[in-house]
């Protein structure tokens, strides 16, 4: 063959190669179809996590206002979308009868102005059939708050328990309904309580703590407000109770119960740690002062390591499900 006919095939048969590469880069670089795209995305529909209840559900803090709180890590480790109907003030009457909400959440709120918060919930569910995977409620301390004014702080928590308690178990009956309705035959229902705030009345406020109170808290809490919560929400099947109180945290091995020698009269005065600026304090003391702010400012509500603690007791009890 001449030594230019053979300079051609062969620049011939470059150029083929070259083209035939440059389409196999080509299709390689391609975006998938969107068919594809659409298929894989399918297969991992969105899990969604709703949030009910008062100012602990939407993470109040004073000087911050509403953040993230426990909902914000509860929803990054469940790998779940958030859809936080909470609002602050709420109780266990409001959550069902008062039309929409002054102090939403927010993180991912979702308003609801011509109805309650409770059937907002009840809405979603039944317009995401098979997709809601978790439900947390944290609701009952606002029927309470005003006890630790009244003359007889435990009578008073004993009346308002009772209707707290036939409250939330219509709360849970409605929503475990609802779920069920709705197919979402593996979703939770977890019910929440609250540290025992008061409990900060030993130190606070500052030349004037009421001891005595503090310890009227844990019997308000141990015997008559907890075992209200885990009642009622454990009343539906897809219902689990986490007890905050008395769940230990690093030196309150036992919560508010750490150091007590009675459940029936129950004080915190043996185990006791060192604090600035408040000296030698009960270790289940050191706990509240360590989680809110009742203990500097007095005021009822978690603090950023607080709510991720309440987050990481409700992971744990999810995994324990």
């Known amino acids: 063959m001449p030594y230019r006919t053979t300079w051609r ?3 011939t048969a470059a150029a083929v190669l070259a083209a035939a590469t440059v389409a196999a880069m080509a299709s390689a670089a391609a975006p998938p179809s969107s068919a594809g795209a659409a298929g894989r995305h399918a297969s991992k529909p969105v899990v969604y996590y709703l949030s009910l209840g008062d100012s602990y559900s939407v993470g109040y803090q004073p000087g911050m206002g509403n953040t993230a709180g426990y909902t914000a890590y509860v929803a990054k480790k ?17 959550i069902g009868s008062q039309i929409g909400c002054n102090a939403p959440a927010a993180f991912d709120p979702v308003p609801y102005p011509t109805e309650t918060q409770l059937q907002a919930a009840l809405d979603f569910i039944a317009a995401h059939p098979g997709q809601v995977g978790l439900v947390t409620v944290s609701i009952g301390g606002n029927d309470v708050t005003a006890c630790a004014r009244a003359s007889d702080p435990v009578s008073c928590v004993a009346t308002a328990v009772a209707g707290i308690q036939t409250n ?17 035959s593996s979703a939770h ?15 606070y406020p500052p030349g004037s703590p009421n001891v005595s109170l503090a310890n009227l808290s844990i019997t308000a809490f141990d015997l008559l407000i907890n075992p209200a919560l885990q009642k009622a929400y454990t009343s539906v099947s897809q219902g689990s109770f986490v007890n905050v109180t008395s769940a230990p945290y690093k030196k309150a091995t036992s919560g508010d119960d ?9 004080t915190p005065q043996e185990a006791t740690t060192k604090l600035k600026p408040y000296g030698v304090i009960p ?6 002062c360590k989680l809110t702010y009742f203990c500097s400012e007095g005021n ?6 607080g709510y991720d603690f309440i987050g990481h007791l ?5 995994a324990s499900l």
């Open 258 to 266: 750490t150091g007590s020698t009675s459940s029936s009269s129950p």
């Open 314 to 318: 409700i992971v744990a009890d999810l």
């Open 300 to 305: 009822i509500h978690a603090n950023t390591k």
């Open 78 to 94: 469940t790998k779940t979308q958030l859809e936080n109907f909470g609002c602050g003030g709420a109780t266990t009457t409001s």
């Open 168 to 184: 939330v178990t219509a709360l849970a009956g409605a929503l475990g309904g609802a779920l069920t309705s709705a197919g979402d």
């Open 283 to 288: 270790d289940a003391v050191w706990e509240v």
């Open 189 to 203: 229902i977890v019910g929440l309580t609250y540290p025992d705030v008061i409990l900060g009345d030993y130190v």
């Open 9 to 11: 095939v062969r620049r």
